[in-house]
């Protein structure tokens, strides 16, 4: 019993020293290594790399490289290089574009199931002298000659005024016929 007593004071005299923590990940791969290093054992399994840090880092700059390249080499808007060529155009397409607009709106406030055909068609058709203007725009920006060009670009405008009032003058006209026909048809 007296060796129990002893040992038992060893444990209380010891506590403060005992290392209660958990071994790190990995821990017994890496004793038997160094246990197989020892007794001059080589290993046939060859160690994981992880290549998940490296690469992140790598990303990380290029992302940097790219924002970097993208901050400093801020390159004008089409529009804005259009102004810079020809002051005059922003005046004129803020005119046309507000009175396109406001001819659009009033065209998508008359579609029917009557008229739905025609107005889809004729929105498809402004698309079309959209993207055709923007071609206009490249062409004024990449040297061409900006009298045509100008020119082009106001009569692109015009092209789509008259579509829209010939459209709405349409739209008017089956209106009228509709209500005419309705009318002959009461009894």
Not at 83 to 96: A, C, D, G, L, N
Request: charged fraction near 30%.
């Amino acid at each position: 019993m007296k060796e129990k007593d002893n040992i038992e004071e060893l444990f209380e005299r010891l506590n403060k020293d005992f290392d209660f923590e958990s071994p790190e990940g990995n821990h017994e791969q890496r004793f038997l290594e160094k246990l197989n290093q020892s007794k001059g054992v080589v290993s046939l399994q060859k160690k994981k790399r992880n290549w998940l840090r490296p690469l992140s880092i790598a990303a990380s700059v290029v992302l940097l490289c790219v924002l970097g390249l993208q901050f400093f080499t801020n390159q004008p808007t089409i529009k804005e290089q259009v102004v810079e060529i020809s002051p005059e155009v922003t005046k004129t397409e803020f005119y046309f574009a507000s009175l396109i607009e406001e001819q659009v709106e009033q065209l998508k406030n008359e579609k029917t199931p009557e008229t739905a055909r025609l107005v889809d068609d004729t929105l498809l058709q402004l698309n079309k002298l959209d993207g055709d203007y923007k071609k206009l725009e490249q062409e004024l920006v990449n040297g061409g000659n900006s009298k045509i060009i100008l020119n082009a670009m106001i009569i692109n405008f015009q092209t789509r005024i008259d579509l829209l009032k010939e459209v709405l003058n349409n739209i008017e006209d089956i209106k009228n016929l509709k209500s005419y026909n309705d009318a002959n048809f009461t009894i």
